[in-house]
């Protein structure tokens, strides 16, 4: 029943974008629908795994569109990862509000917090993006623009994932003119991670020492 499940995620996407919290029950969030809650149970065992999907799909859905870019091949590892988070602002901005109550501070009883299972909902998202990352890593490290670092070289991937919640939280909180700020944001970001992936001067003197203690030279 794919059209029930499509159809049950874009009404709770649009109730959390019209109301700022998740509904008090699955009851009260099928009363007014065109389903019914033993119908929504059919599909997803809870809100959070109704959640889990809808992220995984926007992870999904920027991936396909990304890498759909005829230039996508001939771009750099750095060009690729560029165009993920740029794609996925522009994936973002058709659930906007959605996306600011897992990314904004929720004033709530008069206390600001955030969802308390935010990390476990984007679960399958991260899933999407590791898959996509480690694929951009292995071409950039293939073509010498990386280097791969013992140790933390195999880890590259899940420490770029921080990053997108960083992106998408400026991104949230952004009031510039056309999110210009956002772009930049992400420039610098991707940047910055490439440049940290890259060879630095320490890793010549690295290599240096090491080729001199090899050789004797001294």
Known sequence: MENLAQKIKESFK??????????KSVYEFAENEDFSEQEFHEQFNSF???????WREIGEKTIEKTQ???????????????S?????IEVLKEHRSFTSFYFRLQNQNGKKKLPFDRFSIFK?????YLEFARDVVME????????????IGEKYAELLWPQTYFI?????ED??????NTDAAIEKSVNFSFDLMSKTPIDSAFDFGKFVVQNRWW
């Open 84 to 88: 993920f988070y740029f794609t996925l």
């Open 14 to 23: 649009v109730y959390i974008t019209a109301h700022g919290r998740r509904p």
């Open 140 to 151: 950039a490290s293939d073509t010498g623009e990386i280097l791969m670092r013992p140790f």
């Open 124 to 128: 399958k998202f991260r899933d999407e």
């Open 175 to 180: 009031t510039s003119d056309s999110f210009e």
């Open 168 to 172: 998408i939280k400026f991104w949230v």
């Open 68 to 82: 759909a870019e005829e230039v996508f091949t001939d771009y750099s590892g750095r060009e690729k990862m560029l």
């Open 48 to 54: 959070q795994t109704l959640e889990a999907e809808i």
